[in-house]
């Protein structure tokens, strides 16, 4: 599978966040978007994933892709988690596929077994970053999205997140975004200005 | 416990000790009497047939308004059209008087369904508005997740919805279920249908018998919070966080 993002321009309020933008995303790619706060990354990820349109230019998804729409594992820029219920709920509610054994036992990775039943709004920031990465990596996907992850890592947890992502993705997409590269120079890095 | 018992042994003896400076039994008596009035009628078959009546009259208008109600928020949450179309209707049912109401359903329906009724067309606001709240207030962030991981219309509701509404319901609950007894009872005693508490409470105030009438009142009271705490409590079981740190569910066997 291959995707094209061809020509994209987005302006919010009149500012123009992406003008003519064009990415190609091949399969097994490690994508790594780079570019100062608020130069359009997210806003990218955003139209990539359909939750926003671009005012101009299309979002194409080349080959024998299957869907109508985009099946990605994603790590919004927020946690985006469901504070009141536990991790493995977090894990195993995004796809029936996802068992909670599935769940607990893919959480065990990056995380220890004594917080993975507790409510996640009890959970650190890094904690809940984790949870976050793991859901994302745990569901069925064709792509894997991640918008700043590593964000509230240590550089222990970083590293751990890094290989279970890797490990993860198969020979999937990974489209990353990331303030720095350390760690990631297996990606290829696109800047956005 | 014994701090809530010592407040209510100290408001019986100040009621005691009023009905003692009045010394009127037509205006006010003690809750001795009020006891002895209680307890000639609860022998009665037709105290407890009315209590009967009127307790499945009331609490029926109650959880049908409460169910009309969340299904019209969930309905007008879906298709604003559907809350545009019921707004005014949702503001008449909180601005309008409730009497004006009783005489309105007393000629349409008469005096036989009138609480069920008028607890219903009390209800109903409060839940339609709290429900309503409930689902707007639910996280835009989260519904973002739930549409790119194409979450099932089940999952979305009981994870992220729900959890949102469930705190509005209580409220909503908590102040309908006071409003639902109070309606009630209300249009009982203007409209008068025979076996209900607002006959017995009308017959004792036309022979002037205070002490019937505080024990009428006593067991209204008994039947309201006794259905407040029973309601509660079982909506409770709903609390969408009390089940977390459950061990696997069934589903991994």
């Known amino acids: ?193 | 416990m014994k701090k809530k018992a010592l407040v209510v042994l100290v408001w019986l003896c100040i009621w005691q000790l009023l009905a003692m400076i009045v010394h009127n039994d037509i205006l006010l008596v003690g809750p001795a009497e009020t006891v002895r009035a209680l307890a000639v009628l609860l022998p009665e078959n037709e105290f407890r047939i009315s209590l009967m009546a009127s307790f499945i009259r009331i609490v029926g208008g109650f959880l049908t308004g409460s169910v009309l109600g969340m299904l019209s928020a969930f309905l007008a949450y879906r298709k604003p059209l559907f809350g545009a179309f019921l707004s005014p209707l949702v503001t008449m049912l909180k601005t309008v008087p409730v009497v004006s109401f009783v005489i309105l359903v007393m000629i349409w329906a008469g005096s036989e369904r009138l609480s069920f009724l008028i607890s219903m067309m009390v209800v109903f606001p409060i839940l339609y508005l709290n429900t309503l709240h409930g689902f707007q207030s639910a996280d835009r962030k989260l519904l973002e997740m739930a549409q790119v991981y194409h979450m099932p219309a089940w999952d979305r509701f009981h994870y992220i919805f729900f959890p949102s509404v469930y705190p509005f319901l209580l409220s909503g609950f908590r102040l309908a279920l006071g409003m639902s007894w109070k309606s009630g009872v209300a249009a009982e005693v203007i409209g008068q249908p025979l076996h209900s508490i607002g006959n017995g409470l009308y017959r004792a105030k036309i022979y002037l018998a205070t002490s019937e009438v505080l024990a009428w009142t006593i067991v209204i009271v008994i039947l309201s919070w006794g259905f407040e705490k029973c309601f509660l409590r079982l909506f409770g079981f709903l609390d969408p966080s009390a089940g977390c740190g459950k061990k696997e569910a069934a589903d991994d066997n």
Not at chain 1, 31 to 39: E, N, Q, V
Not at chain 1, 88 to 103: G, S
Not at chain 1, 174 to 180: F, K, N, R, Y
């Open chain 1, 1 to 193: 599978m291959t995707i094209e993002a061809e020509h994209i321009c987005k302006s919010y309020d009149g500012q123009e966040v992406l003008h003519d933008f064009n990415l190609s995303i091949q399969s097994e790619s490690c994508t790594l978007l780079i570019g100062r706060s608020g130069c359009g990354k997210t806003t990218f990820l955003r139209i990539l994933l359909g939750l926003d349109k671009p005012d101009s230019g299309k979002i194409q998804l080349l080959g024998d892709y299957k869907y109508a729409y985009l099946c990605a594992g994603v790590v919004f820029q927020e946690n985006r988690l469901c504070e009141q219920f536990s991790a493995v709920d977090n894990v195993a509610m995004v796809h029936k596929k996802i068992t909670r054994q599935t769940a607990r036992r893919e959480l065990q990775r990056l995380l220890p077994d004594e917080v993975l039943d507790r409510r996640v709004g009890e959970l650190s920031g890094g904690q809940k970053r984790r949870v976050a990465i793991v859901r994302a990596c745990a569901v069925p996907a064709d792509l894997l999205v991640l918008d700043e992850p590593f964000t509230g890592l240590d550089a222990q947890n970083r590293q751990k997140a890094i290989d279970y992502i890797m490990e993860k993705k198969g020979s999937n997409p990974l489209l990353l975004t990331a303030h720095e590269a350390d760690g990631l120079d297996f990606c290829r890095k696109v800047s956005i200005v």
